[in-house]
C-alpha cells in the first residue's frame, strides 16, 4: 500500500500514525465493535416547518436518568452514545403540544430515527404518548444485522447459558457440522472458557460458538465477539468464547453481519453483547438449570450394543441482582449510582462420547495374529493375518521392544467387534469440568452530561482431557495413557465515560482489558515417559522423555498428544484496546470521527511433535498388512519429529482512525457514507529474534545446509523486522443507504457496501519463529523404515524442514461484502425481509499450499520408496512451508427473515439458500488431508467449500397463554402456562477429499501417494467415471461405481460432482409454567425443555467404513462403499428442569 511501518522495530512511526488517527479508525479489532447507540429525529409543525429549540429529553426507562438537547436551525436533533437501554423521549416547545414516545428500544451499535416529529399549537398544555415498535433488524441505516433482547433470549429453548446459541435461528449464520455426521460442532450442552474440550455427546468437542460458525460463507476465523466492548474470543486461534456471553447477564445480543458503517471495528460478522445494568429499583433473580442424564434417552448406539445410559450431568445454579447503589448522603434520590452483578456455578460432568476403534487384542501383544481374520474386526488394516509370518505368530527374537512398548499403550479391547459393527474396543469415558462466572457493572450519572460505566468478568474452570489436548481425531482415537489438566482462568474489564458538550457535541472514550490463561499438564507424567516404560528409543533428536504418538494410518486407531509439555503446555493471551468517539451534529449530518488503538499478545510454547509421531502405512513393501503386526515388528511408513518446543510469544499492535456521516437527506432517505484507516500490525516476535521470512533474491542454490539459503530474521539482519514484513496502510470505505418508500415505515429499501480488513489468527505464525530459535524438525512420508532407524539421525547428514512468511506478502485478508434488503410490514404486526447478501474475500492465509520444497509431481514414480529429500528443488531442506495470503473465496446468498417481537405470540422464522466457493485448501470445513496438497491452481482447488450448506432453515416461537379470568382456582392449573420451541433443518455437507483411498492396483502395485504422483506431497485420487449423483442405488449417498482406481502416473480428479451427506433436522421444545407470587413483579417459573424432542437418530456415514475407497488388484471390495447406514445413527433427547425465581 502507500505507506509502510514496521510495529516490530523500536521506532512505531508514531508521528505519522497519529496524524492518520485523526482521519480514521480500526477493522477487526478486539474492542471497536459500538455497544452504545444513537437516536435522531426531526421536529415540525402541522404544516411541516421545522421547530428549530425544543427541547428534547431522553430518559432511561430502568434508571430515569435523562439526557437533554435542544433541535438545531434545522429541527433536528441526536443523542450520541447512549447505553443500550429503553428510553422515553419528551419533546417540548412554548405554544405547542408535547410529544412523548415511550419505549424506544435502543441496541447495540443501533442508529435509530424516529423520522419526523409533528407539535401541534397549542394554548393548553396537552401530551401526546405514542409507544414506539420493537423491530429485530434496522430500519434506518444500510446495514444488515440483527438484534434479540434478555426477553427474547429468555424464552428461547437454549440448552446451555450462552446467549450465543442463538446464532443458529438467524439467516445467514451457518453452523460449521461434525465431519460426516453433519450435525452441529457447536450446540451449548457445555460452558467452556477454553472452546475444545473433551465433549462428544452433543457432536462435537467444541464449547464455543466462536469457530463453529460461518457467517455469510466467511471463515470460522472471521467471526468474532465484544461483550460492553471487550473482546471475548481468544485471539490465538479465535476458536474459542473466553468471555462467554451468558444469558443470564446479557441485555441484549446483535450480530452484525453484513456492510455496516465505519464506525464499527469488527468485520465482516461479528457479535456485539451488551450486559445487564442496573435501575432505580432493585431487580434480580435465582435460578437453576439442571440435566440429568436420568431424564435423557439413551444414545442410538448404546442402545444398539445395550450400554447403559451415558452418565453425564449438568447442574448450574446462580443468581443475579440489580439496582441503585445506595450510598449514604450520595444517591439518596437513587439517581447517581447503578449497580448489577451475576454469579453462576457450573457443575458438568461430561462424556466423551462413544469411542469406537480397533485396539490390538492380548494374543497380538504377545505376537499371535493367527486370529486376526476372525474377530470380526471392521478395518481392513488390522484384520488380516499378516503375510510373511508363518502361521500369524510373530517369533519373539522378531519383536522390537520399542515397538512392545507402543502396542501396550493401546487400551485392552472392552467389546465384542461382532455386536459393535466392527469396533473390539467402545468406551465412553466421564470427566468432571466444574467453573464459575461473575460479572459486575456499576453505573455513574456523574451528571446530566457526564456518564460512567464499569464492566469486569471473572470465569474459572477446571478442565480436564482424557483422549489428548485441545483437539481429537474423530472416533478412532483412544484414551492417552495419562489425562491432562488445566485450571483456566479469564478476566475480562471495560470503562466507558460519556461526555456531553452541548446539544450537537458528544464525546465517548472506553477503556478495555481481557485476559485469558489455559495452563495444560499431565496428571500422571510417568505413565508417559519412555525412561519410566522402557521405551529404549530417544528418537532422532533425543530431546523428549514422551512418548512418541502413533497414528496406525487409513482411518486406523491413534494414540495422540502433542510435545510442548515442559512440563505445562500454558497459553498466556492480553488484549488491550482504547478508543475515542466525537459525534458533531451539523444540520441533518451526523458526522463522527474516531481513534482506536488495540495491543495483542499470544504467549505459549510450541506444540510441535519433539515428542515423534509415526504414521505406519500398511501398503508399503516392509508392510506385513496388518499394522499392529508392523508397529510389533517396529515397521513404521511415516515419521515426524522435531528438537524441543521453543516459546511462541507473539503479538500485534494497532492504530486505526474513522470519519463518517449519516445524513438524513430526505425525511425518509438516509445515507451513510465513511472509512476506515488501518495501520494494522502483523504478528511480531516479543523475545526479539523475529519471524523468519523466505526471500529468492537470497537464495544460493550451492550454500551448505547449515547455512539455510533464502531464509532471513531480524536476530541475523536488524533491516528485517521482528514481525519478519511491514505494516501497511488500509482504507476500509463503508457506504449504507436506507430509504422509506412511502414515509411510514411499511416498506424500507436498505442496502450497502463495505470493506472490511481483519486480522490473522496466530497460526501458522508461531511456526516461522522455529527455526531462528534453534528447532530442527525431520520428517520423511510413506518410506518403508523402522523404529530403530530414527536413532540418533538428529546428529547425521539429515536436512531439517521449518516454516517462514513471504518477505513480500504485508497483507492481511480482506473482505468485500454487500447487501440489498426489503422490509415489509404484514398484518398481524409481522415483518418480512428479504435479503440478498454478498461477499468475496481475499488474502486469505493459505494454511495447506506453502510448500516450497515439495518434490515435484512425478520426480519419484521410478523410485517409489526412495527418500524423498533427494529429490527435492532445494536440496539444503527438507519441507520448506512458505505462508502466503494467497487464498479467495466468495458467497452469495438469498436470505428470509419472518419476525413478529409483540403480543403472547411470537415468531422468528429463518432461511438461507446460498453457495460458498473458493479455494478448498485450508477452510476449516475443507478436505481431512489438504497439506498434502501443493497444486494451487483453480482446476485442482476451487470449488465448494466445505462449510457451504445449499439450504439453512430455522423457526423459532413462543406462546404465552396467559391467565384465565373468573377461576382462581382453574387459573392456578391452567393459566399462565408458556410455549417455546426451535426447530431447524440444514442440508448436507458436502463430501469432499480422496475416500481414503487405499490397496492394490491390478499389478499389485500399492495405492499410495508416491506410487500413483510420484510425491509424498500430492496425494492420490480416485478417477471419476460418470455423475455419482445419477442413479443413486437405494440406502446410499452417492452411486460407487463412479469411481476408480488411478494408475502411476495418471492421478484422478481433485474436484468431485457436488455430493453430499446426509441432512440435519432436530427439534427443541420447552414447557413453562409462570406462577405469580404475592403482589409487583416477583414470579416463579416453572420450566421442562427438552432438546431433540422427537428423539429422532440422525444416519451417519462412517468415515472408515462408508467413505473409504479400498482396492484389491484393481477391484473395488469394500461393499459399504458410498452407503448411509441403517446401523450407524447418533441422537438422544436431553431433558432439563429449570427453576427461575424473579423479583
Known sequence: MAARCSWSRRSWCVPLLLSVSLLGASEGTALAQRFTADLSGTVVDDSGAVLPGATVTLTNEGSRVPRTTVTNEAGFFTFSAAPAATYTLTIELSGFTTAEITGIALQAGDRRSVRTVTLGVSGLSETITVSAETSLTPLTTGEKSATLTARQIEELPIIGTSSAEVLRILPGMTPVTNATTNRPGFTGEVYGINGNGEYQGGGSNNQSAIGNFSGNGTRTQALDITIDGAPGADPGCNCATSVNPNSEFVQEFKVLQSNFGAEHAKGPVAMSVVSKQGGQSFHGAAFANIRDYHLNSNEWFANSIDAEKIKNQFFYPGFTVGGPLVVPKLNENRDKLFFFFGYQYFKQRLDTGFIKSWVPTDAMRQGDFSQAANLGLSGSFVNSVPSGVDGGVIPSSEIDPGGRVLLDLFPQANADANATGGFNYVDNLLVDQNGYQALGRVDANISDSTKLFVRYNMQRETQPFVIGLWWRNGERQVPYPSPIEANNRSDSMTASLTKVFGPSLTNETIFAVTYIDFPNEFTNPESISRQALGYPYSGVFGESDQIPSIDAGSGGPMVFNPGGFDPVLFATKWQVAALNNVTKVFGTHAVKVGFFFEHVTNNQPGNGNSNGNIVLNNTLSHSTGNTFADLLLGRIGSYNEQTQNVLHNIGYNRVEGYAQDSWRLFPNLTVDYGARISFIGPWYDREGQGLLVWDQNRYDPNAPAGAFPGLVWNAIDGSIPTSGVDSSLFVQPRVGVAWDVRGTGATVVRGGFGVFKWHDAQQ?????????????????????????????????????????????????????????????????????????????????????????????????LNDPEGNADDYRPRPQYGDLNVYRHSM????????????????????????????????????????????????????????????????????????????????????????????????????????????????????????????????????????????????????????????????????????????????????????????????????????????????????????????????????????????????????????????????
Not at 520423511?780 to 536436512?799: A, C, K, W
Request: hydrophobic share 35%; with cysteine; proline share 6%.
Open 764 to 860: 501458522p505464525f508461531p511456526e516461522a519463529i522455529d527455526l531462528a530459535n534453534g528447532v530442527r524438525a525431520f520428517s520423511f512420508n510413506d518410506e518403508p523404515r523402522t523404529l530403530r532407524s530414527l536413532e540418533g539421525l538428529g546428529g547425521g547428514s539429515i536436512v531439517f524442514g521449518g516454516s517462514a512468511l513471504d518477505i513480500n506478502d504485508d497483507k492481511q485478508p480482506t473482505t468485500y461484502s454487500w447487501s440489498t434488503t426489503v422490509n415489509q410490514k404484514l398484518p398481524w404486526s409481522m415483518n418480512l425481509e428479504l435479503s440478498y447478501v454478498g461477499n468475496e474475500s481475499r488474502d486469505l492465509m493459505n494454511f495447506d499450499l506453502a510448500n516450497l520444497n515439495a518434490v515435484p509431481l512425478g520426480a519419484m
Open 888 to 1143: 479467495y473465496q466468495n458467497y452469495h446468498g438469498l436470505q428470509a427473515l419472518l419476525t413478529r417481537q409483540t403480543g403472547r405470540f411470537g415468531v422468528t422464522g429463518g432461511y438461507t439458500f446460498s453457495k460458498s466457493l473458493g479455494i478448498r485448501s485450508g477452510d476449516p470445513g475443507g478436505s481431512r488431508t489438504g497439506s498434502e496438497y501443493i497444486l494451487d491452481s483453480r482446476q485442482f482447488n476451487y470449488g465448494v467449500l466445505g462449510t457451504d450448506r445449499r439450504h439453512v432453515a430455522s423457526i423459532a416461537y413462543n406462546w404465552q397463554l396467559g391467565e384465565l379470568q373468573g377461576n382462581r382456582m382453574l387459573n392456578a392449573l391452567l393459566g399462565d402456562w408458556q410455549v417455546a420451541g426451535i426447530s431447524q433443518f440444514i442440508s448436507g455437507a458436502p463430501i469432499l477429499g480422496n475416500f481414503d483411498i487405499q490397496g492394490t492396483l491390478a499389478d499389485g502395485t500399492p495405492i499410495n501417494a508416491t506410487q500413483i504422483t510420484g510425491s509424498p506431497q500430492v496425494r492420490a485420487q480416485p478417477v471419476v467415471l460418470c455423475d455419482p449423483r445419477d442413479d443413486v442405488p437405494d440406502g446410499f449417498l452417492f452411486n460407487p461405481s463412479c469411481f476408480g482406481p488411478p494408475s502411476p502416473g495418471n492421478n484422478g480428479a481433485y474436484i468431485f460432482p457436488d455430493i453430499r451427506t446426509q441432512a440435519y433436522l432436530n427439534h427443541d421444545l420447552s414447557l413453562m409454567k409462570n406462577i405469580p407470587i404475592g403482589r409487583g413483579d416477583h414470579r416463579l417459573q416453572v420450566r421442562v425443555a427438552a432438546y431433540n424432542v422427537f428423539n429422532h437418530p440422525i444416519r451417519a456415514a462412517d468415515q472408515a467404513t462408508n467413505l473409504t475407497l479400498n482396492y484389491d488388484q484393481g477391484e473395488q471390495v469394500n461393499a459399504d462403499f458410498g452407503r448411509l447406514p441403517e446401523d450407524n445413527k447418533f441422537g438422544r433427547r436431553i431433558v432439563q428442569i429449570a427453576l427461575r425465581y424473579t423479583f
